[in-house]
């Protein structure tokens, strides 16, 4: 997607962060959404758009100070900050395309700046996840999925990078999703239709379900079990199998581990293909 149409991954970034103004508009308890938040000892971005210009060697950042326990409405003006950081960063890229696809380095390693902004919406949806009642009462679509999408995406980059062919996608129930396809050359992501083309494994489930996937053993088994994550032509996840090992921190690793692990139990039962 760095390298896509600029309108439609800013439209999908800022939806998601406007989305999440809103909610956190409605709320009092918004401790988990801190992290978010653009605060002065850690700027939202400053490092990331400065390496990508050169101006940054890699190296530890800055410690962020635990503002939890901050009051909403000082959370509501660092995530209003970081919002306008992450709008003015799109901007510049946009302006300067040899900036966007630059790779500053991130906790998985050298990615392009634009990967690194989308990626920051798989982020916040899991903070929004853990707000008191959030999952419950459901969050609103524009957080969901911009969080799918740049998890799909972010997989797909990692995908390429360690050198795999893989293909997955993630969707549904009864909803469209994304999907990546990724060799050698590189890897995309693209909308994927309610029912996926044929041969395309992935993994269906309400977005929220899947993104707030646990690392626990019994997580996903259980889940499986009521039917609310489905895993589609298993046989092809087996392909994500080195990445899940060699990535620490994947986005979405804990769904994805315990997916992998699924298949390689079933693949073992006779006609699970």
Known sequence: MADGPPGELDARVLGAWDAL??????????????????????????RLVE???GGVPPGPRPDRLDHSGDGPDAIRAALAEARDRVAAA?????????LALAEPDSALGPLPLLTQIHAMCHELALAALRLP??????LPEAVTDAGVAALVDVVGALAHRQG????AAVWGPGTAGWQFRADGAGWTTEPCPVIPPPGVPGIEGAAATVLGVP????????????????????????????????VPGLPGGALLRRAVGVVGLLGRLPGMR
């Open 133 to 138: 009642g959030a999952a419950a009462a459901g």
């Open 51 to 53: 390496q990508a210009r």
């Open 215 to 246: 690392s626990g053993r019994g997580a996903l088994p259980a889940l499986l079990a009521r039917g609310e994550i489905r895993l589609h032509r298993i046989g092809g996840l087996m392909a994500l199998a080195p990445l899940v090992e060699q």
């Open 90 to 98: 799109l901007t510049t890229a946009a302006a300067q395309p040899e």
């Open 21 to 46: 103004l809103a909610l956190a508009a409605e709320r009092e308890e918004l401790g988990p959404l801190a992290e978010l938040g653009s605060w002065p000892e850690r700027p939202v971005l400053e």
């Open 164 to 167: 795999l062919r893989a293909r």
